[in-house]
């Protein structure tokens, strides 16, 4: 993992921003192989959507029930890091979706 850092991929997301082929194309032979590199960015990935998912579970139930415990900056900042990060956004959608659909 230390050519990963190396290289600035000190993350799960920033690992999962370069599209899967083209990370596998320049980073197997660092880690070992073509099939190294597909399970680390494999690995990379779903780590990131569970944490988006995560994320955005929080985000619902604060929007739906805690929404006073938010100052105007944080909810900003929440929006901001909603529109950053495509994966978070779509997964709060699909989470706030299905709680809307449930009731």
Known sequence: MNE???EGLDSAYAITEIPESSFVKSYA???GGKKEAKVIWDWARR???SIAKH???QLSYIARY???QLSKEELKDLVELLCKNK???RSFRIHFAMKEGKE
């Open 4 to 6: 990963l850092l190396d």
């Open 29 to 31: 032979e660092k880690v």
């Open 47 to 49: 780590l990131t959507d």
């Open 55 to 57: 994320v955005a579970m």
């Open 66 to 68: 805690d929404d006073d």
């Open 87 to 89: 994966r978070l956004l």
